[in-house]
């Protein structure tokens, strides 16, 4: 099995070297092929940009072999280059953006198949905001107001992403909606990387992670870690 890190937004830049630097590490090398799916700023046609700004990301890291792959919808979520290109893949990482046409793009999909076979096989996923958010099991479609089925490599979780900003507003309405699931609020600029059991975590970055078990709240800053 893998490794996943799950980011709460504003990727690529200042304070997320740390979390996406350890992703590097965990895929094996700079050298290790790394995938960027643009899938969920399609919405708004904002793909390409946000693609390349992922690729110049970790370029500027020292990265050497990485890209942007073209998968923006269903149909080519289907196209058998996309997919090899992902089970090829070392790091696969998933924007931000809108998080139900990500989900809906993505599950049952070959592509997403040939991601969870890379992982399976030792690969990194990794997402931001949106991109964490449909990773766990439960995830919360702001525009539908709709709690929704994820992806599911992080079980009985739902990310708040942008907690420091307005995630952290999410939380009481959901706690009620999803009872005795844990809801992983994820600050800015912070990441955090499981040991490969998507059990336990430690925090990178600039801020803190926060955990809501019913009525108990805890944070957990730079260097700490936690169990889900």
Request: hydrophobic fraction near 45%; aromatic fraction near 8%; include cysteine.
């Amino acid at each position: 099995m893998g490794y996943l890190l799950l980011e709460g937004g504003a990727e690529f830049g200042r304070r997320m070297a740390d979390p996406d630097r350890r992703a590097i590490e965990l895929a094996g090398s700079m050298q290790a092929p790394i995938r960027i799916l643009p899938t969920a700023a399609a919405p708004d046609n904002n793909h390409v940009r946000a693609g390349n700004n992922g690729v110049r990301w970790f370029q500027s890291l020292g990265a050497t072999d990485v890209s942007s792959l073209a998968l923006i919808d269903q149909a080519s979520a289907q196209d058998e280059k996309i997919a090899q290109a992902l089970r090829a893949a070392r790091l696969i990482y998933l924007l931000g953006g809108f998080p139900g046409y990500l989900g809906r793009t993505l599950k049952l999909s070959p592509a997403w198949e040939a991601a969870t076979q890379a992982y399976r096989a030792g690969a990194v996923i990794a997402g931001s905001s949106a991109g964490a958010m449909v990773l766990c099991e439960f995830y919360f479609d702001r525009e539908a107001g709709q709690v929704l089925d994820g992806l599911n490599l992080v079980r009985n979780t739902c990310v708040l992403p942008h907690h420091n900003t307005f995630g952290k507003g999410w939380a009481r309405d959901l706690a009620a909606r999803l009872p005795g699931v844990t809801l992983l609020g994820i600050d800015e600029q912070v990441g955090v990387v499981d040991d490969g059991s998507a059990d336990r975590w430690t925090v990178f970055g600039g801020g803190s992670a926060t955990l809501y078990r019913g009525e108990t709240v805890k944070s957990y800053g730079a260097g700490e870690t936690f169990a889900l």
